[in-house]
């Protein structure tokens, strides 16, 4: 079965800074990778997915690659804000017809 | 439209108890899931059902039954609770179409001591 890495497990950065974490997956099947942003004591929520015919995928200030042959793929948040502290979860699957198989997650903080 | 609504938020258990968690989506989704999330750990798939009438195992099934009891509505059931079923308990549902993204409900908080 799928099986997805994580790293980093913890993450600290400036407000203003960059951050980036990256995942790796094992099922070369695996053709959809969404990411999910977790506040402390709420859901996860969805917030940006990227399917394996497209290379990147940019919403505003949060960017996905990914790299199907050495499979892995990363989330890129430019000009960090405090309120993108959350942990961040990556995940994989194939098309919506298998679950998604989550990474371990990424606790983010920006500090200001 | 409430999304996916899951019941209890809290509850505290005794070894041995017997409980279920209810979930139910008000999306028209063909899919729902039960993960649990444990710190350091991610969410882990204990159950899904990929449509109506259809369950099948995740990676941390033993311990837990579930039961879809029909489109909109997936409930968990812990038979003998044990402490190491101690975790917040996530609901999700979805369906293949333009987003293969998943909807969470609020999570149940269960302590089993």
């Known amino acids: 079965g799928e099986n997805v890495e994580q790293h980093p497990s913890t993450l600290s950065v400036q407000e203003g800074d960059s951050a980036v974490i990256k995942c790796t997956y094992s099922d070369s099947a695996s053709n959809y990778f969404p990411w999910y942003k977790q506040e402390l004591g709420k859901r996860p929520q969805l917030i940006i997915d990227?399917?394996?015919?497209?290379g990147e995928k940019k919403d505003q200030r949060i960017a996905v690659t990914l790299n199907k042959t050495a499979k892995h793929f990363s989330l890129h948040i430019t000009e960090t804000q405090p309120e993108d502290s959350a942990v961040y979860f990556c995940?994989?699957?194939?098309?919506?017809?298998?679950?998604?198989?989550f990474g371990k997650g990424t606790r983010l903080s920006v500090i200001a | 439209n409430a999304g996916v609504t899951q019941t209890p938020k809290f509850q505290v258990l005794k070894t041995g108890q017997s409980m279920t968690l209810q979930c139910a989506q008000d999306m028209n989704h063909n899919s729902m899931y039960w993960y649990r999330q444990d710190p350091g750990m991610g969410l882990r798939l204990i159950y899904y059902s990929a449509s109506e009438g259809t369950t099948d195992k995740g990676e941390v099934p033993n311990g837990y039954n579930v039961s879809r009891l029909n489109k909109r509505e997936f409930s968990l059931r812990l038979e003998s609770a044990a402490p190491s079923q101690t975790s917040v308990y996530f609901c999700?549902?979805?369906?293949?179409?333009?987003?293969?993204?998943?909807?969470f409900g609020s999570g149940t908080r269960l302590t089993v001591v």
């Open positions: 999700a549902s979805h369906s293949r179409g333009l987003s293969y993204g998943y909807t």
């Open positions: 990227i399917r394996s015919n497209v």
């Open positions: 995940a994989a699957s194939n098309s919506g017809n298998t679950p998604l198989v």
